[in-house]
């Protein structure tokens, strides 16, 4: 094997190889929406439509070669997608499952701080309360007359307590048709605010207990359970939080966090038929304006070059062939090798053909053919390679050596040859045949 077959066929092993590669990513990829009797014959048909697409492009003799590489270009898209598909889904098959439990990991210890914060401020306000109530109700025992200083009182709980408290006083007044009377002691006032104090110090056990339970409840973030776990346990822990009691010493209103819902989280355990969707989620998130590129985009925008590029490189070794095949002479020009023809009456009959279309009106018999045809033997040269080169020199010539181009015996050389000179390179069989239809005369 001479240098020029191994270098092609270096380029045509390789070029190969990267279509097969596509072929596997492509197939893998459909099969992920088809059964995969639909799915490889599809993937099959379209990876050889696109392997042939390329290589017409190296092929010197294929006209409208830009025509081929919009072809070319239009169908690789659909291999593109699918092979884009099954890398991103194998690049972020380990990844994407830990980031959904470390975000909610997250998300939900966020959220436990609110919870938290919100029952240490209630908490805080109960203890507050509990010793407003304590000294009202010594006030009351001493010195009475306790519901004057409810006007000074801007806590809307206490403010409560106030109206409660009068709310009793005005039922005795009305019931007995006159005033309360004022003063210390043990009385109605004193029963109703030991009543509130009682009802304060309940609600601040009940928080206390709350606080504790929630400070106890790790299950929430224990190791080793999927998400869907995770939020049903932090479901139950915040629906054992007392929200009346909360609220009930607070001014403000008290707003505690939700579980967020599953489907944020949900690909710690995406079934199969999911991948595709999320894959094209993540391209999709990558070319958003306002999204903020980051580590765990890497994988997707590498999934989408290597399927782009497997596919482009087989187009480019097609046009870096053709490209090689139109400049430089020393390389074969064509990527398909003629079938030799055996020599034979309908070689010889061919040859005849040729040297008639040159001579033209001119007397075309054996004696001129063999002429003709011995001049032009006589004026064959052979390059560095050791390929056959004719250098026509006049109308004749140019006409053979094109009639034996379109037969595809010889190539025009674009760099072959002096002033209106044409140079042709010759097959390799075509010498011995020339000879013997001369030797045969």
Not at 115 to 144: K, N, Y
Not at 403 to 426: C, I, K, Q, Y
Request: hydrophobic share 45%; net charge negative.
């Amino acid at each position: 094997m001479n240098q020029r077959s191994l270098f092609w066929n270096l380029l045509l092993f390789s070029s190969c190889v990267a279509a097969c590669v596509s072929l596997v990513t492509t197939g893998v990829g459909l099969a992920r929406y088809l059964p995969g009797v639909l799915a490889w014959p599809l993937a099959l048909a379209v990876q050889a439509g696109l392997f042939g697409l390329a290589w017409l492009i190296a092929v010197r003799h294929v006209k409208l070669r830009a025509l081929v590489i919009v072809l070319y270009c239009l169908t690789m898209p659909f291999s593109v997608v699918f092979s884009y598909v099954m890398l991103q889904s194998e690049f972020t098959s380990e990844i994407r499952p830990l980031e959904a439990q470390r975000g909610l990991f997250d998300d939900l210890r966020q959220r436990s701080a609110t919870v938290s914060a919100e029952i240490d401020q209630s908490l805080a306000e109960t203890e507050e309360l509990e010793l407003r109530l304590a000294s009202w109700v010594e006030m009351e025992q001493a010195q009475g007359w306790t519901t004057s200083t409810c006007d000074a009182s801007s806590h809307c709980y206490l403010a409560g307590v106030c109206e409660r408290v009068q709310g009793q006083i005005d039922s005795w007044e009305t019931r007995l048709q006159r005033r309360y009377p004022q003063g210390p002691g043990q009385a109605l006032i004193y029963g109703s605010l030991e009543t509130e104090q009682a009802a304060v110090r309940q609600i601040g056990d009940n928080l206390r207990a709350a606080r504790q339970q929630w400070g106890a409840s790790e299950a929430v973030f224990a190791a080793d359970v999927d998400n869907r776990e995770r939020l049903r346990r932090f479901d139950l822990a915040l629906a054992e939080v007392p929200r009346r009691d909360l609220q009930a010493v607070r001014c403000d209103a008290v707003a505690l966090p939700v579980a967020p819902p599953y489907e944020l989280f949900a690909r710690d355990d995406a079934l199969a038929e999911e991948t595709p969707v999320y894959a094209f989620e993540d391209l999709a998130s990558i070319f958003s304006l306002s999204h903020n590129f980051t580590r765990s985009d890497y994988p997707t925008v590498f999934a989408l070059f290597l399927a782009v590029f497997i596919d482009l490189f087989v187009l480019l070794v097609a046009i870096g062939a053709a490209v090689i095949e139109e400049t430089d002479p020393h390389r074969p020009l064509s990527t398909m090798r003629p079938v030799v023809p055996e020599w034979g009456e309908a070689l010889s009959r061919e040859i005849t053909a040729w040297i008639d279309g040159a001579l033209l009106h001119a007397r075309k018999s054996a004696e001129d053919r063999q002429a003709f045809l011995g001049g032009l033997i006589d004026a064959l040269r052979f390059d560095a390679g050791n390929r056959v080169l004719f250098v026509a020199t006049d109308s004749r010539e140019c006409r053979f050596g094109f009639l034996m181009a379109n037969a595809r015996a010889a190539t025009p050389s674009p760099t072959g040859g002096d002033g209106e000179a044409v140079t042709f390179v010759l097959e390799d069989w075509v010498y011995p045949a020339l000879t013997r239809y001369v030797a045969a005369g």
